[in-house]
């Protein structure tokens, strides 16, 4: 069946009073405005600003100013690295997600000593189960994707430029659901994050997992994580 | 079972129903099921999220330190369990029960409070929950919360405690509801839970039926999700990370690199023109100034509250929308629209700039930063 996006009229309430003849096109919306809600309104989402150093140099001390600007002031080297754990309560419908990661990429002259930098980002899915004493992560449950310059991320080309606002790029997983359930050990290019219902034994949907990030190259500055819209449905 | 639910047949077909077909009796009994499940699991993913890099979130203190507070909108009043899972970092050991981060959620006069403790860890996750007394539905909506992180270290053994994310969510109410009515954020429309027991009989469709269903739709409608949740981190101290360099220096005040920076993706389904409720609102915690100042967000002119300068409060603002001015995000078949700080004189030369930089970090107030932004949250339907 199709899902309908929007908040469909309802009809009207009298259409069900006792003695009225109760139409089917009456029952129809009903069933149209709640598969709304459950497969379009309450899809999960979690949107996360990564919150960055306000050090800067250029400022006399204390130097932490506690000021954002719109580019990292502390230099990024080459080989540079960091790392996310993030946590999103998925839906008990959840099954793949999209990521909308916002970056800054390293400069192409910042690092004298490189020829070129390369950004990549790796994002996997972890299963997490409390037996009492807190979560651990138990499984696997998304090897997930690689970005990199080959496929989605873009290199800054030139110097920050004082005063003006940033040099902030954009790179999505894309929302093409695969035909099958990926089955990938490492890796892969991008493709929406998959929740399968259970991994190593652990329920995954309807449940929190854990999203790993590892950077390489660039800075994440914030990530919306979204169940995707799947237009038709079996019912 | 009454009023129980089942996420596997929350879809009814539509064209179940059409003339010339027999109306299947799973159609109604999935109308039940799917009001159900919405009211006890719709918006029950995260409600605060919030990460952080850099060590920007560090603490030595060995008293509780508030160190956050953000605004987040409440699921109903009947759910009451807010889940939360930090993940974080113990810098030197920390021993014993020491190193905590405290959660304090406050409704509309109540308050929960949950400490969670921070064994020693290098990437350590703790989570737990708070169980806060809901107020009594009236008909005043009570509809958001606001939340404070105090966090703890092991100051005796001088470690220290790195905070790097944060995610809260509402726990969703079990199978079956409970009987009775269900209140969302007031007593004016409760929510009716149906029995999926009576909708496999004959004669589901009763007058009371429809009325509810109806009425349980246009409820839902009007449930709040989070969009957009940043709390600047203040009250940082680290004996280890004595270089600003290193770390301990956070994000103190809303600021012009968070514009394109900070940002979220927000869900208009068609038809939310038409909706009279509550529907999209930026609530802002500032540090108020005595002359006027604005912020330009989602298009939309905010004219923050004026008083008498240095007083800390939040406020909340309604925005509309200007459909043709705002881009959607490409590929995802649902109307999403990028909300934002916008990129505009007025935001540069208000927010926190390399021209405008406080002399002092909250929470110390001075005038040097009257009228900065301290929170914003983004709630809507």
Known sequence: MLIQTSYNLLPNKRACNNGAVLMGSSVSSMCAALSQLTHVKFLGMANYPIMRSTFNAYKSSPYQIGVAYPSSLITMTKGYTESHKLFYASTPISTYLCAIVVYEAGTNDSDPTASEFSPRIDIEVKALNDSGSGYTEVATADYGIRMDSSNSLLLESALYDAGRHSHTYYADTGITVPRVPPTNTSPVAPRPLYLPATAGGYNVRGEVVAINIDAEDCKIKNITLLDIYIPEVAP | ?381
């Not at chain 2, 079972?1 to 077909?21: E, K």
């Not at chain 2, 008293?63 to 759910?79: A, C, D, G, N, Y």
């Not at chain 2, 004026?306 to 309604?318: K, N």
């Open chain 2, 1 to 381: 079972m009454s009023n129980s639910y089942n996420p596997s047949t929350i879809l009814a077909d539509p064209s179940s129903v059409v003339a010339g077909r027999d109306v299947e009796y799973e159609t109604i009994q999935r109308i039940a099921n799917a009001n159900n499940y919405s009211f006890a699991v719709g918006a029950c993913h995260n409600v605060l999220s919030q990460s952080y890099s850099d060590i920007t979130f560090i603490q030595d203190s060995g008293s509780l330190t508030e160190m956050s507070q953000w605004r987040i909108p409440l699921t109903s009043l009947q759910h009451s369990a807010l889940e939360i899972v930090v993940n974080y970092k113990i810098h030197g050991v920390a021993v014993g029960l020491t190193s905590n981060i405290r959660f304090t959620l406050d409704v509309d006069g109540g308050s929960a409070t949950v400490t969670i403790n921070l064994p020693n860890s290098s990437n350590g996750i703790a989570n737990d929950e708070l169980t806060i007394s809901m107020p009594s539905p009236s008909a005043t909506q009570v509809y958001y919360g606001t939340l404070t992180a105090e966090v703890q270290a092991d100051a005796a053994n001088n470690s220290e405690v790195e905070i790097r994310s944060i995610m809260a969510r509402w726990k969703p109410l079990s199978s079956p509801l409970s009987t009775g009515f269900l209140y969302q954020y007031d007593d004016v429309t409760p929510y009716t839970p149906k029995g999926t027991t009576r909708t496999g009989h004959n004669q589901a469709l009763t007058s009371r039926f429809g009325h509810q269903v109806i009425d349980n739709i246009e409820l839902l409608r009007t449930r709040l999700k989070t969009y957009l949740t940043w709390s600047s981190v203040y009250n940082v101290s680290s004996s280890i990370f004595t270089n600003p360099l290193d770390g301990a220096a956070p994000e103190a005040y809303l600021s012009v690199g968070h514009i394109d920076n900070l940002l979220s993706q927000v869900l208009i389904s068609e038809g939310w023109d038409n909706m009279t409720n509550r529907k999209l609102e930026l609530h802002i915690r500032y540090i108020t100034a005595a002359t006027d100042k604005s912020i330009d967000f989602l298009n939309n002119s905010i004219d923050l509250v004026t008083g008498a300068g240095g007083a800390v409060r939040w406020d909340e603002y309604t925005l509309e929308l200007d459909y043709g001015a705002l881009s959607e995000i490409g590929d995802t078949n649902l109307n999403y629209y990028t909300a934002k700080l916008n990129n505009t004189n007025n935001n540069i030369s208000n927010l926190g700039n390399f021209g405008n930089v406080p002399s002092v970090l909250y929470p110390t107030i001075n005038s040097s930063n009257h009228g900065f932004i301290i929170s914003a949250s983004l709630m809507g339907v």
